[in-house]
């Protein structure tokens, strides 16, 4: 395998010792736990460890990788990272269709523990923030501090530990969910054995990156890199501080919180919040201060701007989790903290938005020609909307109509189709054909048609939930002259169902983009594309044939 | 043992959490505006548009 043959022998033995010892403790904790659910998990663990050791074994004596490699960049374990980027956008916006399709009609779990609400609903957070988006955080963010330095990662092993060691976690954890393993923290659910692993990744990680930093030929950390270093340093923080919990024992899957009540509330917030500050937001700010100004072919619009919002919001994001929690026990002033931390973000956030949107004027028929431009464009304006609209939702006033409804849902996946997706899709699409050497994708034209079905997609889904959200919460806090409610619940629920199904085809739309977008990258990666004068030929010579030009 | 009891730490909180918060963001400017920082700035700026793809020997 041409993977393996880029390392040297002593990477190969270390990457099969480490493989070996996960093996062993996939089978430690399979036997620890053959009475309990943890035995299909060690199981799987002493799977994955084996497929590794037999791939590595098999190619053991491979002639050794030729020394001209250390005058490139490492990009293996980055290509690799995209097909599975890819591979869990499919599966798990597959999930997130059928969950949705779930609320309009419930006998889609077919009378099955796995595929019923409660379980399948993590597998589609879980594969898509985790899976997905973390995926593609791991390979663009590998990619952007090579080029940003200058400097080659470090070695060829830890990148390969991180990037198959963290897709063993999403592994555990989607398979748990099938299971019933759960410690029912939102966007935290894999249980303690999992936790564990994914800390130790995590640092192997944060060392990686310092270690490639420290190697860089360029006086200044590009800003792009400062929002990794925040993403990487702060999610290991909070993953460990919200995941502190006792196991009954080596051999079960089921730990207790060290926190209860209403603390146990907080920081499981303070966490929630702060993923989607560092995982969904630092982070792909990252990718955008590179891919855009990359594919716009201009610098960003202001350095200093940058640099203001990236302290802005990795400040004041500390600090707005309690929003989660108004209404609670939690204590009045601790939510009125949240919410004016909340309000105040807005600031970094429209900078970060403006600033992104700036870099494209003097552009704007790049924008018009070039689908993977208008990706970012686009993600750059949801992500605009969707820090407005949550500013505005973590008001005390506006959250007592909007919490718990579909409203939150709505703003939500504005916030994740529209921003998150978007602009991971416009990174690939850029990074794609300069990685495996193309002149440009596979196929413009799926470029566009996966652009338009993720742009009509995310506007139904938003749409649909903005107006099920409202009347949802209007129906809830109706009162009738004995001063008693006017609707019961389950007259609200009827309400919903045309929003539910109408979520639903906005869900197959962003599905049906994202499995176009799959083929048109598998292409690029096995074909060249056709000579320029060839498509000429078929399309007429009056259109743009590359995009920008 | 000093017992903190909750009216302590709120004190702190909105007493010295503001002016943490204020410091941070005067510091945070000075940095950004610093006359010498200037041509670093300038310099990154450009990194992205460099079309070299392979590290610095």
Same mark, same amino acid.
């Given at each position: ?358 870099t494209l004027n003097g552009a704007w028929h790049k924008v018009r020609d070039d689908a993977t431009l208008r990706f970012m464009m ?85 749409f649909a939930m903005w107006n099920s959200g409202i009347i949802q919460g209007l129906m809830w806090r109706t009162y009738n002259d ?68 | ?19 943490? #918060? ?5 510091? /945070? &400017?000075?940095?950004?505006?610093? %006359?010498?920082?200037?041509?670093? #700035? ?5 990194? /992205? &548009?460099?079309?070299?793809?392979? %590290?610095?020997?």
């Amino acid at each position: 395998m041409r993977l393996i043959a880029g390392l040297t022998t002593t990477e190969r033995q270390t990457g099969l010792f480490l493989a070996g010892l996960v093996t062993l403790m996939g089978a430690a904790l399979g036997i620890a736990g053959r009475n309990d659910l943890l035995g299909y998990h060690g199981l799987l663990i002493v799977v994955f460890g084996a497929v590794i050791m037999i791939a590595l074994l098999r190619n053991l004596d491979a002639p050794e990788p030729e020394e001209s490699r250390l005058s490139e960049y490492y990009d293996d374990p980055i290509r690799f990272g995209i097909v599975l980027t890819m591979v869990w956008a499919v599966f798990a916006m597959f999930i997130g269709v059928w969950v949705s399709a779930l609320l309009a009609w419930p006998e889609l779990t077919f009378d099955a523990a796995w595929a019923s609400f409660g379980r399948l609903r993590p597998v589609h957070t879980t594969g898509v923030i985790f899976g997905f988006g973390g995926n593609a955080l791991i390979a663009t963010s590998l990619h952007v501090v090579q080029r940003t330095s200058r400097a080659r990662l470090p070695d060829q092993v830890s990148p390969w530990f991180v990037l198959l060691g963290y897709n063993l976690f999403c592994l555990l954890a989607v398979t748990g969910y099938f299971l019933g393993i759960t410690q029912s923290k939102e966007y935290a659910e894999p249980e303690w054995y999992a936790d564990i692993w994914l800390v130790i990744i995590w640092v192997t990680y944060f060392v990686l990156y310092i270690r490639t930093l420290a190697r860089r030929k360029e006086p200044h950390i590009y800003v792009a890199n400062w929002y990794f270093m925040a993403f990487i340093l702060v999610v290991a923080v909070l993953h460990i501080i919200n995941n502190l919990a006792v196991p009954v024992s080596f051999g079960s899957a089921k730990a207790y919180s060290a926190f209860s009540g209403v603390q146990d509330a907080m920081t499981q917030w303070w966490y929630g919040h702060n993923a989607v500050a560092f995982f969904l937001t630092a982070g792909f700010l990252g990718m955008m201060y590179y891919y855009l100004p990359k594919r716009a072919e201009r610098p960003i619009y202001s350095y200093r701007l940058s640099i203001i919002s990236f302290w802005g919001i990795t400040f004041l994001y500390l600090w707005a989790g309690s929003h989660h929690l108004h209404y609670t026990a939690l204590p009045h002033w601790v939510q009125t903290l949240g919410m004016t931390f909340s309000i105040v973000l807005l600031v970094p956030s429209w900078a970060s938005a403006g600033n992104a949107l700036l870099t494209l004027n003097g552009a704007w028929h790049k924008v018009r020609d070039d689908a993977t431009l208008r990706f970012m464009m686009v993600a750059a304006v949801f992500y605009g909307l969707t820090t407005f609209e949550g500013s505005f939702l973590a008001i005390r006033a506006v959250n007592s109509l909007s919490h718990y409804t579909d409203w939150t849902v709505g703003h939500v996946h504005a916030g994740a189709l529209g921003w998150v997706a978007m602009i991971t899709f416009g990174a690939l699409y850029t990074l794609t054909p300069s990685l495996w050497k193309r002149e440009r994708m596979y196929s413009n034209s799926l470029v566009e048609v996966h652009f338009w079905c993720a742009v009509i997609g995310t506007f139904i889904y938003v749409f649909a939930m903005w107006n099920s959200g409202i009347i949802q919460g209007l129906m809830w806090r109706t009162y009738n002259d004995s001063g008693t409610l006017t609707y019961s619940f389950i007259e609200s629920l009827v309400a919903m169902h045309p929003y539910y199904i109408a979520r639903t085809v906005g869900g197959l739309f962003f599905l049906t983009g994202a499995v176009v977008g799959t083929y048109n990258i598998l292409m690029t990666i096995r074909h060249e594309p056709r000579p320029l004068r060839e498509r000429a030929e078929t399309l007429g010579a009056d259109q743009p044939l590359v995009p920008g030009e | 043992m000093m017992e903190i009891s909750h009216e302590t730490l709120v004190a702190i909180a909105k007493s010295w959490g503001l002016f943490y #918060f204020i410091a941070m963001s005067i510091g /945070v &400017l000075i940095y950004t505006f610093w %006359p010498r920082n200037r041509k670093r #700035f300038a310099r990154a700026k450009l990194i /992205v &548009l460099d079309k070299e793809d392979r %590290p610095c020997s």
